[in-house]
């Protein structure tokens, strides 16, 4: 059996995870700065992704980054690289279908965040950043989880986008996704069924290590004591 | 491209089974067809309705593949029309099909495929070997059969191993053609009439005779179906010069 | 450092509007809860944005509705310490008090000041909880630390010490006294408790319903608060409406009493008070606003006695409350007959 | 054109996401009173629809629910009704595919929500009901905002697990998604833009409304007002 | 209704080990900030978990670590008003004191309960308000409202009054006693302010450092404090410590003076107190615990002086503070030359 699906999923998961993840934070720290009205549409954009089917995220993903797509012709000019069929345009399409879940549920949380403490650091003089970094993240770190497993999920089980973009390349881009949805499709029952398990063991263990990991000093700490959320 | 209009056979006993079910019982078809078949298909069932306006007739077009499984998970399902043999011939052994029914309706062609503006660097399946082209799309052979034709064709040509280094595959027809479409390979395999759904590509050439087994579309009434007489009919209908005209329009081959 | 506001804002139900100036003063703020003390505050933090007005600090415009100037709070430097505490929870009460030294770039003086801070405020040891690990009254501290290693130009302390008990509170009173001193800025002081403000504001400003009704010296404030809030603020327990019914002499409608100024004019008088220890009990009737009076109730608090009495035979009169010390009063062997309400001690407040 | 995807679509998303959301919420109710293992294994089990490439999902969805699966059985015997093809497919495989959104969207929710509330409510001896549904959901609402337009995005984008157990019935089951596949496989790419144009009609549409309705009063009210949230 | 709790808690850093039995009275709870109040009260409404023993509320066990029994806080009938209002921010201040009248069936009773409530504590006008738009005092008013309005078995009230002014405060103490008094349950009352849970209060605790260190009659305790800690909390002053020199006299280390007992044994003494109220000036030197005194600062209170002395040539020995109103101190010609310390008032202190 071929394990190279395994390390090509993990890496296209982890890293399109991590992009997800910044560029999901940062879309929602800016966004939650509008209008209700452009909330919505900037909501509507963001989710796009989402919305449409892998597939067809996947072409449109194909035009843009292919080589006659602005992003391709861009690519090709300045670094020589084609972006379709290359190994990093898995993480590419994962990225661009797992970004949203970030975005949406860090959106959540930043509305959520009690105002009293960015007041009282404001009025401390902390800087923007100081604040965003150091008091409200922190203090959304329960959803930043939720979106980071649930990116880290869809980055995992995507293959629409990613076959179109990527291609089917076996040690190159064929994910585990895409590994089993092939061995499916040529009837390799038995086959598909050990990539769906190795598939279950990544995430089962990605869960566990998120939820042994996370949580753990505040978790500690707060076992019986009614967290006075800087209340008196 | 013109389209091949050569089909003399098969549609005078076509056209008198089409008159029987007119006045035969309502009854609700529902056809499992893979998914190529959709433009011709739905011409088709519209037409029907004037031929048999008590039969409603419900197509569902995904891959062979997605069918093939449904069928045998029990989709209530009457007709299986499939993109390749191989499907069929699984629910046929799986004893899921009514095997007398089974008919191979209608032929596709392999052809070579390269983006219209592209400067014509390939002349025909013998330059894919050579430097003119870095990146050829293919189906996936193992899942794929027009990928499995394409290594057919070039296992006939003695090329394979060379091709087989510059080949990316893609998980269904339409992947290869967006592909071939987009400009991101210099040359890809599909089917003729996928080809003609296409402005943006240009068919090279067809694969030689004899290169590949024969593309063949078959269809059959499943074994489950609770509308035996009517799918029977429709299956006669669809072997009418009528229904057959359709196909050739979209660049099938009838017979 | 001076500060010069003059705010309005209005919500459904409330309507602030202040203006005051200080300069390098420490000011205290008595108010009635929900007067609009914390709202003033916030007005200047810039945490809430008044409707219209100016906010001026050091000639350095930080609001102004009409020129749109609107500086944001955190460039404001307007310390505002926050009734709740509202610590950062994820940071332990060290890194809570360190994060706001910005100002300071050598590390080691930084710690050296956190060290002493919280040396001042009785949390040796506590430097490593975080907030939700302590006590309301030691996250009260730990905020108060906060506030003055920041050190803003306009230092504005809400309640600073609602949550200590009194020996600890008379402790950082002195400690805030010494710290304010050397401060220099000017400094607003919100607190529910008359003598704290009292010692350690060099100005007293009262606050009621959404303005200012009393700014001034603290001595004049006390001995002459002029209105009705300022002198409840002030601690006076009885007050009652009140008009003139000749030049020197005035009815006050609560007790049923007339009662003589002393001397001052009795014209714009409309209520008179008059604090509870500072009415006498005699057994001789021949001074000025002296009456028969008879007990309602006697309480024993800690070290005194309080009595609510009123004008004998007027069973409709509001109560006096009247307080004397426990020693003046278990040395009384039979209650005197009659209440004096010298008049040199009446307040008498014009609105 | 044939616009019956559209309506079709608007129902499987809209119940879809409505099972989503209170078997998300029910879900994470329950987990977030786990030990931290457990947590970990149930996130495994509950993302999983999110991990496995769709048409795999939709391929057990098919076996569990074919007339030889058990649901299948079962529902065959006692609502004489097969589920495969049916009307109501569709929403079982969006809804199967969006609730994970919402589960661990509200887990996060739950677990960063302020206990000392809880602990007041307790000793004022309100019920668990009351406690949940008056005090933790409302106080989570802008994190189940953001979990239901996942699941509503992802119901409407849902489209290989859907075609499995669904099939492609035009006016029965042909949502858009599959509307899309279908047109675009077929090579009729006009109308598969007109498809994803509508697509994108209603998500934009679902957003801006989800915008402009939500957060609505309590925005109102807070404006200018630094969110006191139980403090002092 | 009567309670009984012993329950030992330890955290790094902070061991809570509290004893003792109430009946149908109030309790008031005196401490230093973080000396374990909030806990207590937190252990008994099942808030936060003791380590070991047991709490017991009208014979049923809430609580016992040895039998496992552990009732959950919501059917412990145990109301506990947190010292942050924890108000619902969803709901009305109305909504938030309906929903806790969870034991009244009829609604229109509960409606007007509520508009009762509302009135007793000022809050009219404001029911439709959320917590975020209510002031401090406002906020913990309506959280006191709720409390009040759930009617539990035992009532704890943890600081109520912190963020009122003094005259609401006085208002609000005077409609909670007779509320209290109607309730019969127990009621555990934490208070900084000393005169209020002398007033309100039948029994006094006090806690220091997670125990109990004192628990009574309230008369005996402000009296005769015996501990340390005890003196402090009940407001006094001056404490130094202090041993036995002879059987009668002691000697006080901080203020280097040896003092007359007034009769009481000396012989457990470890600290010795006096009352800054308590310390008489007199010009002659023929009573006992009399010495020659040095100013060292004088301090103008409200209505009232404080004097920082110290016995004269002593100047390593610390201040004791004296205080007398205003009238006495500007009555004084000249300062008189004596301090003397009445050995009747000394409060001698065994722990
Ligand atoms: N959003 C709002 N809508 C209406 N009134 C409001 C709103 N926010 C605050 N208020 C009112 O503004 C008034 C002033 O509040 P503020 O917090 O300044 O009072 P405060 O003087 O600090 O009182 P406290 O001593 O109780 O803290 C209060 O009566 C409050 O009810
Ligand atoms: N998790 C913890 N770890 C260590 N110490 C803790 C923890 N939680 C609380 N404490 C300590 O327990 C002590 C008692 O706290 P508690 O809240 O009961 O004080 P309190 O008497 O109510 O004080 P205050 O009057 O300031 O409210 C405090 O000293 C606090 O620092
Ligand atoms: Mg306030
Ligand atoms: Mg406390």
Redesign the pocket.
Known sequence: MDYSPLWISLRTALVATVFAVIIGIVAAYYVIRLGRLLKGIADGILTLPMVLPPTVVGFFLLVFFGIHGPAGRFFLAVFHERIVFSWYAPIIASTVVAFPLMYRTMRGAFEQFDQTLVYAAQTLGLSNTFIFWRIILPGSRYSMIAGTVLAFARGLGEFGATIMLAGNLPGKTTTLSVAVYAAMAAGDNALAYKYVLIDLVISFAVMLVMNLVTGEPSRR?RKN?PAAKGGI | PTAPSESPSASQPASTASASPSSGAAANLTILAAASLTQPLDDIIAAYKTVAPNVTITPSYASSGALQTQIEQGAPADIFFSAATKQMDALDQGGLIVTSSKVDLLKNEIVLIVPKDAPVKVGGFGDVATDAVSKIALGDPKSVPAGQYAQDTFNYLNLWDTVSAKATYGSDVKQVLSWVDSGNVDCGIVYKTDALTDENVKVIAEAPNGSHTPVVYPLAIVKASTNQDAAAAFIKYLQSDDALSVFDKYGFVTK | MSLEIDIKKTWPGFRLDVRFKAEREIVGFLGASGSGKSMTLKCIAGIVRPDEGVIIADGVPLFDSDKKINVPPRRRETGYMFQNAALFPNMTARQNVLCAAKGMPDRSRKLNRVKELFSIMGLDG?QD?YP???????QQRVALARILMSEPNVLMLDEPFS???SYLRWQLEQELAVILGEFGGTSLFVSHNRDEVYRLCHRVAVVSRGTLVADGDKWELFNDPRSYDACLLTGCKNISPAGPVSDRTIAAGDWDMTLECGGKPAGDVKYVGIRAHDIVLTDACDLPNCFEFEAVSTLRDTFSYILLIRKAGSNAAKTLRLEMSREKYESLKTLPRYVQLPPEKLLLLDK
């Open positions: 700490r004591i | 506590l909880r939700a690990e302590l006590s309301g009254g030691q949550a200590l008990d």
